[in-house]
């Protein structure tokens, strides 16, 4: 049977550049290897051909020869390899080597990721031990606490290292033995077409090795549950998502490994007075009319549980600012302070009595020119209905 064209084989035209291939290889091998297959003896002869085909385009050489002359390039053993297969020599193995992590991810990396993670978390394939899971631990503060910090205690159910069995998961007086089927490798391997594929073992789930005895206390898993109590400092400053991470207080490692960590997630219950931004505080006060067109002192709460005196000038507007300098949040692990502003809001009288409507009409017939903003307002106003009208 005539062989196909390699462009052909691969789905591009001909001439098609290096990283045109290499694309067009690697969504064709995820589809035809043997793993995604299995074994079907059609699509293992394509993926045959498929890697014979790419070993010969990959190569400009060998790209060259092959557009100038076809097949007839690589007759009488040109491009075939030292091991007597097309396209599988030591060339073959560089072009693997370079692109097959991101082929296979999906039939080997789970479990080369899963196995080196073991490795790196605790030992795993070794002597079982494995590192313990990180927690999460919420805790909810006011703005007072955040600006002076604070001593909490939190109450944690976490797993612990077996007191029965100091961790190790095994009955007092005997010890976890080596796995019989992988020999205390943690893995196995088996051969998958061209390829060797390694798999945790399904005998001690890439521990390297099983108990026979079991602790009664833990079954066998080195740990049990537990309450804990834990003493957490609050440092002035935190802000609300701030987090705070207690090495090693998380869950116990299984078999004798190292714990987890403990993460304490900080949020901010609303303050009654104050809105924070940052390191800056904010505080509304409402006025009397009065205050605001004569002006005065007013004294305000400070977040220390102080007082602070601001002056009021005469004719102060509704929303205007002061800004009390360093009278804010501590910033976090710093010696500085944010500022507090203030900011009037002048309040408009309710259920007035005859005299005082009496005297609201008086002032209001005599302040006719006291409003610039309310009478440029309506100047403007009367302009712009006046254009309408002509």
């Not at 074994?39 to 060259?64: C, H, I, M, R, W």
């Not at 804990?228 to 935190?238: M, Q, S, W």
Request: proline share 5%; charged share 25%; with cysteine.
């Amino acid at each position: 049977m005539a062989k196909r064209d390699f462009y052909e084989v691969l789905g591009v035209a001909k001439g098609a550049d290096e990283k045109v291939l290499k694309t067009a290889y690697r969504n064709l091998a995820k589809k035809l290897h043997p793993d995604a297959n299995h074994g079907s003896k059609e699509t293992d002869a394509k993926f045959k051909e498929l890697n014979e085909a790419y070993d010969v385009l990959k190569d400009p050489q060998k790209k060259a020869a092959y557009d100038r002359f076809g097949h007839q390039a690589f007759e009488n053993g040109g491009g075939r390899s030292s091991a007597g297969g097309p396209g599988f020599g030591p060339e073959f193995n560089s072009s693997m080597s370079d692109i097959f992590e991101d082929l296979f991810g999906d039939f080997m990396g789970g479990q080369r990721a899963g196995a080196a993670g073991q490795r790196g978390r605790g030992g795993a394939r070794g002597n079982g031990a494995t590192r313990g899971s990180d927690l999460r631990y919420n805790l909810e503060i006011n703005l007072t606490e955040a600006y002076s910090g604070k001593s909490a205690t939190v109450r944690v159910p976490s797993s612990v290292a077996c007191d029965t069995c100091k961790g190790s998961g095994a009955k007092p007086g005997t010890q976890p033995k080596t796995c019989g089927t992988c020999g205390g490798a943690g893995a196995v391997r088996s051969q998958s077409g061209f390829f060797t594929v390694e798999r945790a073992c399904p005998t001690c789930a890439g521990r390297g090795q099983v108990i026979a005895d079991p602790c009664m206390t833990c079954g066998g898993q080195g740990r049990v549950t537990k309450e804990r109590n834990l003493t957490v400092a609050i440092p002035p400053g935190v802000e609300d998502g701030t987090r705070i991470r207690m090495t090693g207080e998380g869950e116990a490692g299984m078999r004798g490994g190292p714990s987890g960590d403990l993460y304490i997630f900080i949020s901010m219950r609303a303050h009654e007075f104050f809105q924070r931004d940052g390191a800056d505080l904010y505080c509304k006060v409402p006025i009397s009319m009065a205050t605001a067109s004569l002006g005065g002192e007013i004294e305000v709460p400070t977040i220390d549980g102080k007082k602070a005196r601001v002056t009021i000038p005469d004719g102060a507007q509704n929303g205007k600012q002061f800004r009390l300098k360093a009278k804010g949040m501590p910033v976090l692990r710093s010696a500085q302070h944010g500022d507090m502003y203030i900011q009037v809001s002048v309040e408009t009288p309710v259920n007035l009595s005859r005299r005082q409507r009496e005297l609201m009409q008086e002032f209001d017939k005599e302040a006719r020119n006291n409003s610039p903003e309310s009478e440029g307002f309506f100047a403007k106003a009367k302009a712009f209905w006046d254009g309408f009208g002509g």
